[in-house]
C-alpha cells in the first residue's frame, strides 16, 4: 500500500464515517448530547464540514488519493456517500437539526451508504 501524506485525516475521516453510520450513536451523542470515550461533543455538523469544507471530499475526492485515502475505489465511494448526501441537503436543506435530519425517511440510505463506505476503506 502507498504511504499516505495525511493518515491522522484518514483517522479523522473514518471516525466521521463511523458517526454517520450507526442511528444509535446518532441518537446518543448528537441528538442527546451524552459523551461517548474521549469525545465530548459530536454532530453531524462536524462529518459535513469535514466532508464539504475542511476537504476536497465534496467536490473532488480523486484529488485527495495519495493525500488521505488510498485509491479511485475509495474516492468513488466516498463521492457515493456525499451524493447521498447532497440529494437530502437539496430536498430539506441545511439548516435542520439533528434530530430532525435523522429522522427524515430518507436518511437509512445515508446511515446505509455511510456503511458501505466504511466497510471500503477499512
Not at 493525500?67 to 474516492?75: G, M, N
Amino acid at each position: 500500500m502507498i504511504n499516505l501524506k495525511y493518515p491522522i485525516m484518514r483517522q479523522e475521516l473514518l471516525d466521521y464515517l463511523r458517526g454517520l453510520s450507526d442511528f444509535d450513536y446518532q441518537r446518543r451523542v448528537w441528538v442527546d448530547g451524552q459523551r461517548e470515550g474521549s469525545i465530548e461533543h459530536d454532530e453531524l455538523n462536524y462529518a459535513v464540514h469535514f466532508l464539504y469544507d475542511d476537504t476536497a471530499l465534496a467536490k473532488n475526492p480523486r484529488s485527495t488519493i495519495g493525500v488521505f485515502l488510498y485509491d479511485v475505489a475509495e474516492a468513488d465511494a466516498v463521492e457515493m456517500l456525499v451524493s447521498v448526501l447532497d440529494g437530502i441537503f437539496q430536498k430539506y436543506g441545511t439548516n435542520l437539526s439533528d434530530s430532525q435530519y435523522i429522522g427524515l425517511p430518507e436518511w437509512t440510505s445515508v446511515i446505509q451508504a455511510a456503511q458501505w463506505v466504511l466497510g471500503r476503506l477499512r
